[in-house]
């Protein structure tokens, strides 16, 4: 299972998406800060199940047809930092998807996930996490899960690991920084957690017009899971 996930930077980077689809043969797409008005039904081979439909920084995930049949799908709201509630980038935070792998018949849950600002603290931002997990997992109990996306936490991410392992889920970095736009501001932002998966790599790809490296993750389903 390859998945790309990618922060669009207010939509800047969406002429992209076709060549890194095609080029890297992905079965899932994760958007950030996408413009749902401005996104095709299909990015070449994939289609686009679920976009985000209040929010400014939008969300948007798409699966591939020929592989997954596609389930239950719904945009949820996570707890509201300051600047949340004074500007209103992004009413939903997470987007899920579920679905079903014609391959194997394993059931799946997606999420494309986008943190709080780093204008929140860390601790806010861990409360989004567990809450997001929660969503997912509540579409589907015991459900492999996959959840990339912005995670805005680019310090501290051994301590996020471990609060992730206790909660049951794994916590995968990519093999380089996705965000060197700040001197200051660099560091892991882009990343993917997930349960009933062996992530085999996370890949930071080539800079675009995005201020964040899109990234690419290879998985198969765990021996024990479902």
Do not use: W
Request: with cysteine.
């Amino acid at each position: 299972m390859r998945a790309i996930s990618y922060n669009l930077r207010k939509h800047k980077a969406s002429g992209e998406l076709e060549n890194l689809v095609q080029e890297h043969g992905v079965d899932l797409l994760c958007l950030q800060e996408c413009d749902p008005s401005d996104l095709p039904d299909k990015v070449g081979h994939l289609r686009l199940r679920l976009a985000t439909q209040e929010n400014r920084l939008g969300l948007a995930v798409y699966y591939l047809e020929d592989r997954f049949t596609a389930l239950d799908a719904s945009a949820f709201s996570l707890k509201k930092s300051l600047h949340d509630r004074l500007l209103s980038p992004a009413h939903e935070r997470l987007i899920g998807i579920q679905l079903t792998d014609n391959e194997t018949n394993h059931n799946l849950v997606v999420g494309s996930f986008h943190a709080a600002p780093l204008t929140a603290s860390n601790s806010l931002r861990r409360k989004q996490i567990h809450a997001a997990h929660a969503e997912l997992l509540a579409m589907g109990e015991g459900i492999v899960t996959l959840m990339a996306g912005d995670f805005n936490y680019p310090f501290f991410t051994r301590r996020l690991t471990e609060h992730m392992k206790d909660a049951g889920y794994d916590l995968s970095l990519s093999d380089l920084r996705t965000y060197t736009r700040y001197r200051v501001f660099r560091g892991h932002f882009d990343f993917a957690t997930s349960r009933g998966l062996d992530i085999h790599s996370v890949e930071t790809l080539p800079r675009g017009a995005s201020d964040h490296l899109p990234i690419l993750v290879q998985a198969e389903y765990s021996p024990d899971g479902d």
